[in-house]
């Protein structure tokens, strides 16, 4: 079963621009990572947040967390065409197995 | 460092048949992983091992996919007979250790196997 769902399902911006993408999940977690995905190829680690955090940063991401909400969502700032691809939340429901959401496709146009 | 290796990277066969994936996870990786991503689908763990192990095969359809990590490095995924919705890529990941990193299994994937039943 999928845990996360990620929102939109689809993404198309221009270079330069800021790009958002959510997800939420269903049970607590003890972590939640986000991968990202180019076409044909294996998912990539991006970064990685806990449970007891709230925000973090890692070059042009910045990841957020409220698991009050049960949410996340991952900004890529100062988007490039290179970062075309579908980025993907999985958690860590405490069980050792990550557990990937539906996938977010993003289209940066140059 | 040298990442997951897979083999092969696409396969086509007819239903009903039979083939199998290997994977070599990444060298001193406790554990790997079997993940199906269908199209349009995010990846949907078939098993899991530590070492030589199964930890976790619950969603695996024992029934024509079974899988094997005997010396507790590489791995083989067969699938027999196959069915027109096993067309999927068959991930392999492989992580540190679970709880290796404080608690964080994070995974290095392969490129993938394409498999396209007809």
């Known amino acids: 079963s999928q845990q996360g769902e990620e929102d939109p399902q689809a993404l198309s911006i221009q270079e330069g621009e800021n790009a958002t993408m959510n997800c939420s999940y269903k049970?607590?977690?003890?972590?939640l990572q986000w991968y990202r995905q180019n076409s044909g190829r294996g998912l990539v680690h991006l970064i990685l947040?806990?449970?007891?955090?709230r925000e973090k940063h890692s070059g042009r991401l910045r990841v957020t967390l409220d698991t009050s909400k049960k949410s996340s969502s991952l900004l890529i700032t100062a988007s490039r065409a290179a970062d075309t691809a579908s980025y993907f939340c999985?958690?860590?429901?405490?069980?050792?197995?990550?557990?990937f959401g539906t996938g977010t496709r993003l289209q940066v146009f140059p | 460092e040298a990442g997951v290796a897979q083999s092969p990277r696409y396969k086509i066969i007819e239903k009903r048949q039979s083939v199998a994936f290997w994977c070599n996870p990444i060298?001193?990786?406790?554990?790997l992983y079997w993940y199906q991503q269908i199209l349009g689908q995010g990846p949907k763990l078939l098993i899991q091992?530590?070492?030589?192990?199964?930890?976790?095969d619950s969603q695996l359809p024992k029934d024509r996919f079974s899988a094997e990590r005997l010396k507790g490095v590489d791995s083989t995924l067969k699938i027999q007979p196959a069915k027109l919705e096993d067309s999927a890529v068959y991930l392999c990941?492989?992580?540190?250790?679970?709880?290796?990193?404080?608690?964080?299994?994070?995974?290095?994937f392969g490129a993938g196997s394409r498999l396209t039943v007809l």
């Open positions: 990941a492989s992580s540190l250790d679970i709880g290796a990193v404080a608690g964080a299994n994070v995974l290095t």
């Open positions: 049970t607590s977690i003890n972590n």
């Open positions: 947040i806990r449970s007891n955090e």
């Open positions: 999985a958690t860590d429901p405490f069980t050792d197995k990550l557990i």
């Open positions: 060298s001193g990786h406790a554990t």
């Open positions: 091992f530590q070492n030589n192990g199964v930890v976790d």
